[in-house]
């Protein structure tokens, strides 16, 4: 079975990021889309809810598992017997950084091999820092992301919008 992890943070998945499972899910027998939890790291969404918003999102490809793990992405990938981890690259700013992991990866576990899948032209610019930007100003994040994240992501700033403010 050829088995890929595809690692993120995914707080949240964006329409870039389904563009890589997609095009994985077609190229591998199981795509373990893997959740970093990182205690040191605050997402706007908690980590059972990027799990839940993730599950959803890709429930229509019967490959897709949402997954999670702590500690090294190699120990994870071996552990789950993962031949391939995948990485997304946006843009050449991407590159440097990513190339960098794929070598310390390949030192750790040279069994290992990282791939580079680039989304679509129409999702290179796009991140989840800058969907959480426009969703908290108010702006229309439609064509960013799938419904579900879309309605998420309304919910939270809605909330946190009414939520009583303290000024000193």
């Known amino acids: 079975m050829r088995r890929a992890v595809y690692p993120g943070s995914f707080d ?7 563009d890589v499972i997609e095009r994985a899910a077609r190229q591998y027998d199981e795509v373990l889309v893997a959740i970093a939890h990182n205690e040191a790291k605050t997402g706007l969404f908690t980590f059972e809810e990027r799990v839940a918003l993730l599950r959803e999102a ?3 490809h019967p490959n897709v598992q949402v997954t999670q793990f702590q500690g090294l992405l190699v120990d994870y990938a071996r552990s789950v ?3 391939v981890i995948l990485r997304g690259l946006r ?3 991407d590159f440097e950084y990513e190339f960098q992991m794929a070598l310390m990866n390949r ?9 580079f899948l680039m989304p679509k032209e129409e999702y ?4 989840s820092r800058l969907v959480k930007e426009i969703a908290r100003l108010g702006g229309d994040i439609g064509a960013f992301v799938p419904d579900c994240i879309a309605r998420a992501l309304r919910a939270k700033f ?6 009583p403010s303290r000024k000193p």
């Not at 290179?124 to 991140?127: D, E, K, R």
């Not at 809605?158 to 939520?163: G, I, M, N, V």
């Open 12 to 18: 949240p998945v964006t329409n870039g990021h389904l």
């Open 107 to 115: 030192k750790l576990d040279s069994d290992v091999e990282t791939m």
């Open 158 to 163: 809605a909330a946190t919008d009414s939520a």
């Open 58 to 60: 890709v429930q229509q």
């Open 124 to 127: 290179t610019y796009l991140s």
């Open 81 to 83: 017997q993962a031949q």
């Open 91 to 93: 843009a050449v700013s």
